[in-house]
């Protein structure tokens, strides 16, 4: 029969049996039911909802439904090229956890002591002497909160976001590179039509650290942390973790790329 133990920092551990349920999240005892255990998350930044997820131990399967208003990162290990997954948690969306561990990481969850955010993780072993495949979506509810940091729609800090990371929005990150500075600064053009002073590398180079720094919170920043190694590796994180943390979407790249059809139509 399945056990689950959830273990974070500054967090006291929590063991799970068949047919219990952990309820998680900034405040989430509201959310209470007969059977469930609330786990408030030690640190959790204001714009973390009341009730992010619940966690369910089955007869021979352990659950994870997210509830939150934002997004968070599951990873976990079963047989597969690579030996781990890597999901995207949204709402209403619900995974069965491999045997194992399993990692959930709440992007910039936590409120840091100087003010900042930072990763919030979460480490929930799993226990079910087999190996589950990951489940499909589910529906589900939850409490409306303040969203957390993120880009102006629209701005340049946005456009050059999206610039940096089209490799990964469009699929084509099998063995992606980043975009150099002059590649970013004609797809911003061709997109917007208008690209600031983006012509000027050093301006690109301005708008990714900003974007470094609101992907990876103050004290994750790479640009801020020593490193020997070549920008263009900080530039690839960036890229990849402006991905994950939907600073841009590919729905927001498939905007763009109607936006600038449409303004090359002829007049009616």
Request: neutral net charge; hydrophobic residues 45%; proline residues 7%.
């Amino acid at each position: 029969m399945p056990k689950v133990v959830v273990r974070g920092t500054a967090m006291a551990a929590v063991e799970l049996n068949t047919g219990e349920s952990l309820l998680f999240g900034r405040a989430p005892h509201y959310a209470l039911k007969p059977g469930a255990i609330g786990l408030t998350l030690p640190e959790c930044a204001s714009h973390v909802s009341r009730l992010v997820a619940e966690l369910y131990v089955g007869a021979d399967t352990v659950s994870l439904t997210w509830l939150g208003a934002g997004e968070a990162q599951l990873s976990g290990l079963f047989d597969a090229p690579g030996g781990a997954r890597r999901v995207i948690m949204t709402r209403s969306m619900t995974a069965l956890l491999d045997d194992g561990e399993n990692q959930l990481v709440l992007l910039l969850g936590r409120q840091t002591p100087t003010g900042g955010f930072a990763d919030l993780v979460i480490g929930i072993e799993v226990d079910l002497g087999r190996t589950v495949q990951p489940g499909a979506p589910d529906a589900g509810t939850g409490p409306v909160t303040t969203a957390g940091p993120g880009l102006v729609r629209h701005s340049k800090d946005w456009f050059v976001a999206l610039a940096l990371t089209e490799p990964w929005l469009a699929g084509a990150d099998d063995y992606p590179r980043p975009p150099s500075n002059r590649e970013i600064f004609e797809r911003v053009q061709h997109w917007h039509g208008y690209a600031w002073n983006l012509h000027q590398p050093q301006r690109v180079d301005d708008a990714i650290r900003v974007i470094s720094a609101i992907a990876f919170g103050a004290r994750g920043d790479p640009y801020l942390a020593p490193h020997g190694g070549r920008l263009q590796n900080i530039r690839f994180a960036v890229a990849r973790r402006a991905a994950e943390m939907r600073l841009v979407t590919a729905a927001d790249l498939a905007e763009v790329h109607r936006a600038a059809r449409n303004r090359k139509l002829p007049p009616p």
